[in-house]
């Protein structure tokens, strides 16, 4: 049973950093692009980051571009994905969700929702102002 959890949220003022994990359990980590995704209440989930399978990759939203940073470790026998988040904003306050795609070995990550099968149940992040 694939599994992923999320944490590292919290409260921040702007301009502060976070960064947040994703633990991944029953599936090849090594195998799938992965991405983190975010979403506002009322809203659709949003594009963040995303890695290709063998970490040779990455691609970012415009809104996070420089200031967010996507990676994998799989030290210490866990598999996590990261997500380093500097400079952050109020526009930044959202839950934010990793993700894994359905297919195995795709040549470039997607930003498209739709194309991951397993998602993590959410951390909250709040950036004050």
């Known amino acids: 049973q694939v599994q992923l959890v999320e944490s590292g949220g919290g409260l921040v003022q702007a301009g502060g950093s976070l960064r947040l994990s994703c633990a991944i359990s029953?599936?090849?980590?090594?195998?799938?692009?992965m991405a983190w995704f975010r979403q506002t209440p009322g809203n659709e989930r949003e594009f963040v980051a995303a890695i290709k399978w063998n970490g040779a990759a990455t691609i970012y939203a415009n809104s996070v571009k420089g200031r967010f940073t996507i990676s994998k470790d799989n030290s210490m026998n866990i598999n996590k994905l990261l997500l380093q988040m500097n400079n952050l904003q109020p526009e930044d306050t959202a839950v934010y969700y990793c993700?894994?795609?359905?297919?195995?070995?795709?040549?470039?990550?997607?930003?498209?929702?739709?194309?991951?099968?397993?998602w993590g149940q959410g951390t909250q992040v709040t950036v004050s102002s």
């Open positions: 029953g599936r090849t980590f090594s195998s799938y692009n």
């Open positions: 993700a894994t795609e359905s297919s195995r070995y795709r040549n470039n990550p997607t930003r498209q929702p739709k194309d991951y099968n397993y």
